[in-house]
């Protein structure tokens, strides 16, 4: 069925060095998307949107593209830290569904090596 | 203002038990949702309110029930547990929003049926 995936479910990076987690779609109808940040035994926190008429958003050290044409949106986070060690979820909003649900992809764990 | 708070934060139960989790927010959202999370993967939707004395199914409802009799608190029942409901149960809330659908999680429920 249509859903929101991942394409690693693990990255490994060095601390300092620029991270970059991946995310594919499949419907068309999803027009609005988030990136949510889950670190061990807390709920997720919001880290950055968009919205389909963008391809590029930024905020504090994190970066978000989206690119229609293949479905696909990626986070990138500048100068990786140890505190960003934590698991990173994709979510899409469908305005077929009246905005009235998330779908979130599977995750990807984000483990900075010191 | 303390977000989104979730009692209890950890509960075990017996095959066959009843339980309800109890969610309230303070941001006067219209939307509230219940999501479960199994080990390694993303969240899946229970239900969902777009309003007090609302309720509607998500994608996993079946063993579940929910009540919205007011707009700071959203119910998750457990009428007859199974061990199959063993996970962690995460609410959420947001604004009623045609542009976007920014949600704020609570800390999480860690439910284990024996």
């Known amino acids: 069925g249509e859903s929101v995936g991942l394409h690693l479910p693990t990255l490994s990076v060095q601390e300092g060095d620029n991270s970059i987690i991946n995310c594919a779609y499949s419907n068309s109808a999803s027009d609005y998307f988030i990136w949510y940040k889950q670190e061990s035994g807390k709920g997720p926190q919001f880290i950055i949107d968009i919205r389909s008429n963008m391809d590029k958003r930024q905020g504090q050290r994190v970066t978000v593209l989206l690119n229609k044409t293949v479905k696909h949106l990626s986070l990138q986070i500048a100068a990786t830290q140890p505190g960003d060690s934590a698991v990173y979820f994709c979510?899409?909003?469908?305005?077929?569904?009246?905005?009235?649900?998330?779908?979130f992809g599977s995750g990807t764990r984000l483990q900075v090596q010191p | 203002n303390a977000g989104v708070t979730q009692t209890p934060k950890f509960r075990v139960l017996k095959t066959g038990q009843s339980m309800t989790l109890l969610c309230a927010q303070d941001m006067n959202h219209e939307y509230m949702y219940w999501y479960r999370q199994d080990p390694g993967m993303g969240l899946r939707l229970i239900h969902y309110s777009v309003g007090e004395g609302t309720t509607a199914k998500g994608e996993v409802p079946d063993g579940y029930n929910v009540s919205r009799l007011k707009k700071q608190n959203f119910l998750l029942g457990l009428e007859s547990a199974a061990p199959s409901q063993t996970s962690v149960y995460f609410c959420a809330s947001s604004a009623s929003s045609i542009l976007y659908n920014e949600q704020f999680f609570g800390p999480g429920t860690r439910l284990t049926v024996l």
């Open positions: 979510a899409e909003n469908r305005r077929d569904t009246g905005r009235r649900a998330l779908t």
